[in-house]
């Protein structure tokens, strides 16, 4: 499942897998931010203490912030 995918992408900061999801599903982002606040890719980031993914998901989706 795509949102499993870029959860995991997150949790470890794999900037690499996140743009993979990305380039396969321009929306996925998207999609993911009408979720509950708590299965945001931003809050799962944050919740494991990825800078790396956090700084980048700010970048690619201000509006999260």
Do not use: N
Request: charged content about 30%; glycine content about 4%.
């Amino acid at each position: 499942m795509m949102e499993e995918r870029a959860r995991e992408a997150v949790q470890i900061s794999d900037i690499e897998a996140m743009y993979e999801l990305i380039r396969d599903k321009t929306d996925v982002l998207s999609e993911m931010a009408g979720k509950e606040f708590f299965d945001t890719p931003l809050r799962v980031a944050a919740a494991g203490g990825q800078i790396k993914s956090e700084m980048e998901l700010m970048l690619l989706k201000p509006y999260w912030c």
